[in-house]
């Protein structure tokens, strides 16, 4: 009686260390998944506390006349005239205007540097769709300069930094608030125009066309690739030493630094067949290269979940093993195939590396137009922001990331959506 007794109290403390250490390790697990939300939600906090202010930015109220003679232009059809014509000089006037008592040459410097040194082209890009503006005037809100943008932002945040601009600028600005003449305004820029060494005229449209086209040809050139050859390895090939080491080497190839993906592209398609450096068609055969592994694994476990009883019945019925993969192999496992596919473009749209080694980090102020126009991505245009000492660039360089970011959860999301949208259950 006493040994049973003995017995179940054993199995009691058993069963409690058990109970202990099944808490202990969902509390482990509970950490773990807190600890990594956290790190996630302190990472976007710091980007899009950085960032949102580049979404708007700082224009000054201008009366802007369209001088002929200030210009030094009577034909808005003649190029030479357009290419020297004084452009500039109309938001010099209009500020020596709003600021009369401004004398000297310093202080007139000083005076222009409010707005932005490509005010005038503005201006000039303004005229040249209203010609009936020619001699004419009208209030306009002209593009500040990048300094003020960033003093009158951390004035009005409380925290007024003005390590770059002068004692009278700042007064300046101060009285232009003062009259309703400065304000922030949506940053269309950011969205419309390409890369520049100023920060208030610099945007992300160049580099979103750059990926669009660079991932368009990869998408072209990866999934009809991927696809059939996983096909192949896994209904058609047959099963011996030779598959076995393609299978090998394409888990391998997975696992590669994606930057040794660029060094084969400089060597192979740069080098040996001499495309274009910095050209959405290079870039888009280098991505290929990285993103085939991925659609290929994904695209073989697709296969292997569709049901043997699937193939069994479709010979069964008398169509041929290329029937049966194409008409009801296929279709069952096309929404995995297309899951792994939008995985890869996702992790090619996020690469830098193997496009820095392409040549894909050169400066480019056009859009491009097409695959053979130079052109950069939008990870490499945050890494030359990132790079520019200027103080604006460190909000470009965020809200780029923003918006890098909200391509890649949108395609994520879509894969996942897709995946339960089309899945069969067996």
Not at 132 to 142: A, I
Not at 213 to 231: C, E, K, N, Y
């Amino acid at each position: 009686m006493s040994k049973s007794v003995d017995n179940l109290e054993k199995i009691r403390k058993s069963l409690s260390r058990r109970n202990r250490a099944e808490k202990r390790f969902r509390f482990y697990g509970v950490t773990a998944v807190l600890i990594g939300l956290a790190a996630v939600m302190l990472l976007f906090t710091d980007i899009v506390s950085k960032g949102h202010g580049a979404f708007r930015i700082a224009y000054l109220q201008l009366d802007i006349t369209y001088d002929q003679d200030l210009i030094g232009i009577d034909n808005l059809t003649d190029p030479q005239q357009l290419a020297l014509g004084n452009w500039q000089a109309m938001p010099k006037v209009s500020l020596r205007n709003q600021f009369p008592d401004v004398s000297g040459r310093k202080d007139k410097r000083s005076l222009y540097g409010l707005v932005s040194n490509g005010a005038g082209f503005d201006l000039k890009d303004r005229l040249l769709e209203n010609p009936l503006l020619l001699g004419d005037s009208e209030t306009l809100w002209v593009l500040a300069d990048d300094d003020i943008d960033t003093y009158y932002k951390s004035w009005l945040d409380g925290e007024p930094y003005d390590a770059r601009l002068t004692a009278k600028q700042v007064a300046w600005i101060h009285e232009l608030h003062d009259q309703g003449k400065i304000r922030l305004q949506f940053n269309s820029n950011l969205f419309t125009r390409g890369d520049s060494r100023e920060p208030e005229q610099a945007g992300i449209r160049g580099a979103v066309m750059g990926s669009l086209l660079t991932l368009i040809l990869t998408l072209l050139l990866s999934f009809p690739i991927g696809v059939s050859a996983a096909i192949y390895l896994e209904e058609f090939a047959p099963k011996n030493a030779w598959t076995d080491f393609i299978e090998v080497n394409i888990n391998n190839l997975a696992a590669v630094p994606s930057i040794i993906f660029g060094l084969l592209g400089l060597a192979i398609f740069i080098n040996f067949f001499h495309v274009p450096r910095s050209v959405p068609i290079v870039g888009g055969l280098v991505l290929t290269l990285m993103t085939l592994p991925t659609i290929i694994i994904t695209s073989r476990a697709a296969i292997k979940s569709v049901p043997p009883s699937i193939r069994e019945a479709a010979l069964g019925m008398g169509a041929s093993k290329y029937q049966m993969v194409l008409h009801h192999v296929l279709p069952l496992a096309l929404p995995g195939m297309l899951t792994g596919a939008i995985i890869g473009m996702a992790q090619a749209l996020g690469e830098s590396a193997p496009l820095l080694m392409i040549g894909m980090v050169a400066f480019i102020v056009d859009i491009p137009g097409g695959f053979s126009d130079p052109a950069t991505v939008l990870p490499v245009q945050i890494f030359l922001w990132a790079d520019s000492p200027e103080r604006a660039f460190i909000e470009k360089t965020s809200a780029a990331i923003m918006v890098l970011l909200s391509f890649l959860i949108i395609m994520n999301t879509s894969a996942v959506w897709l995946r339960k949208r089309l899945e069969r259950r067996w």
